[in-house]
């Protein structure tokens, strides 16, 4: 079995310029599943990706109570979504929401596991990033090898 592979960064910034190189190789239909307790840098990674990508960093906010944020960048539209509030596994798919994935733009997806991820999965690439604090500093794991961290 292969050992995980794991960054860490020192702070927001740090987490900030580590996102943005993740970004170019991102392209549309990919789905990144973000993973983590609150507050250990979700967001700042989707704020960076956003940067990566030629958008408004300062347009991009939690997505905790609005559940979904879509931002503009030149050449592709990054949706940033958490699904804690969502109240069981299916109710995105009974409430016709499996096709808000059928658009070609780039998915950041908090609490993922609340859908049937397998039944929107097919040809796309799913990109696991879990995110810990540890004595300030942010430790990203990436559960499955990511030949871009080469």
């Not at 392209?27 to 940067?51: W, Y």
């Not at 905790?64 to 069981?88: A, G, K, M, Q, W």
Request: proline letters at 4%.
């Amino acid at each position: 079995m292969e050992k995980k592979s794991q960054i860490i960064l020192a702070d927001e910034n740090e987490t900030i310029a580590f996102a943005r190189k993740i970004a170019k190789f991102l392209k549309p239909g990919d789905i990144v599943n973000l993973s983590g307790e609150l507050g250990a840098g979700k967001t700042t990674f989707a704020r960076g990706v956003v940067l990566g990508l030629g958008g408004d960093e300062n347009c991009v906010h939690s997505p905790t109570f609005s559940i979904s944020h879509e931002y503009e960048c030149p050449t592709v539209i990054v949706n940033h979504c958490d699904f804690y509030r969502l109240p069981e596994a299916d109710e995105l798919e009974d409430l016709g929401g499996l096709e808000f994935f059928f658009e070609p733009k780039i998915y950041l997806i908090e609490w993922l596991n609340r859908i049937n991820v397998k039944k929107i999965l097919a040809s796309r690439a799913l990109l696991s990033v879990d995110f810990k604090i540890d004595a300030g500093s942010r430790i990203i794991n990436f559960p499955e090898k990511w030949n871009i961290l080469d």
